[in-house]
């Protein structure tokens, strides 16, 4: 599997890899406030996904990129203010602020990567994945972004603080223009990248990811029913289908103590994603299931976080 991930939240300084085949290059923008081998590790990463990518057009498994725009990096992109980064041509040209700014810059970022791989020819064998990790950062306010009709934003367990979009792009084998709303989470993208590039998951755990890739070739309509909401290691929501029971609610990044709600707010996302009716008392037949699905799932011991060592 050929993995290229990048981080626009973290960009710093900007560091230009050339390769001599074919002339190729792409910008790779390094990560900030990341310790030095973590730094030097993501640089030869990102070189030798290139390098596979460039000689391996013809592989029997896609090449995939991961673009991850996380808190879209306040104070890092050139749009936010960086004392050293620039971009005059995309800086106040948006009609929403620093915000749409940082917005225009991101969009004409992942525009640079497609064309490359447009460049190199392996366009139609490279799968790009486009998505977040969380919603909008309420307390930079205007600066923050906005997450719509959904309530709240990062941090918090309400729709607007975990439900993010995401585009899966790949000529040829994901058709284009197609809105699927079918339930999934980042967790999947391991075992999808396991399963397109011809990996053994390992057997000895339970992951939590499930293989989408039939989903996103439009093979499948859905591969999970069940999303678990945490903050941290605390269970907070569960959701079935478009049944969503909030046990504990807490606004993103609040001093106030989270409320723990018994029974649980019962709230049909599919119908009301800004969570403002709360139906438990019209179906207490779903919340017994979801309690049901909760205490499940309160067994069960977090694995250690690998990214916190």
């Not at 106030?256 to 119908?271: G, I, R, T, W």
């Not at 800004?274 to 309690?291: G, R, W």
Request: proline content about 6%; some cysteine; hydrophobic content about 40%.
């Amino acid at each position: 599997m050929r993995l290229l991930r990048v981080e626009p939240q973290k960009l710093g300084r900007q560091i230009r890899i050339k390769l001599a085949m074919e002339g190729l290059y792409l910008s790779i923008l390094q990560s900030i406030g990341m310790k030095k081998s973590s730094k030097i590790a993501l640089l030869i990463s990102c070189f030798f996904a290139l390098a596979v990518a460039g000689t391996n057009a013809q592989s029997s498994h896609p090449n995939i990129v991961v673009i991850l725009a996380d808190d879209l990096g306040y104070g890092d992109l050139g749009c936010y203010g960086h004392p050293t980064i620039l971009t005059p041509n995309l800086e106040g040209k948006s009609k929403r602020g620093i915000y749409g700014d940082v917005v225009t810059e991101l969009d004409w970022s992942v525009g640079q990567v497609l064309q490359t791989l447009k460049d190199l020819k392996i366009d139609n064998n490279t799968l790009v994945i486009f998505t977040s990790d969380n919603g909008p950062w309420l307390l930079l306010e205007e600066e923050g972004g906005s997450a719509g009709l959904f309530y709240e934003g990062k941090n918090s367990t309400y729709e607007g603080g975990m439900r993010e979009p995401a585009i899966a792009w790949w000529p040829g084998k994901i058709r284009p223009d197609i809105v699927c709303e079918s339930l999934v989470s980042g967790m999947d993208l391991l075992p999808t990248f396991a399963k397109l590039s011809g990996a053994t998951l390992p057997k000895d755990r339970v992951l939590d990811g499930m293989d989408i890739s039939d989903l996103l070739q439009g093979k499948a309509n859905g591969v999970r029913d069940m999303i678990y909401y945490y903050i941290n290691d605390n269970l907070h929501a569960v959701r079935k289908g478009p049944w969503k029971a909030h046990f504990t609610t807490r606004p993103s990044y609040s001093r106030e103590a989270p409320v723990v709600h018994d029974p649980p707010l019962l709230y049909n996302v599919e119908v009301d994603p800004s969570e403002k009716y709360d139906l438990s008392k019209q179906y207490p037949e779903i919340v017994e299931a979801l309690i049901e699905e909760y205490k499940k799932q309160k067994t069960i011991i977090p694995a250690p976080a690998q990214l916190n060592d």
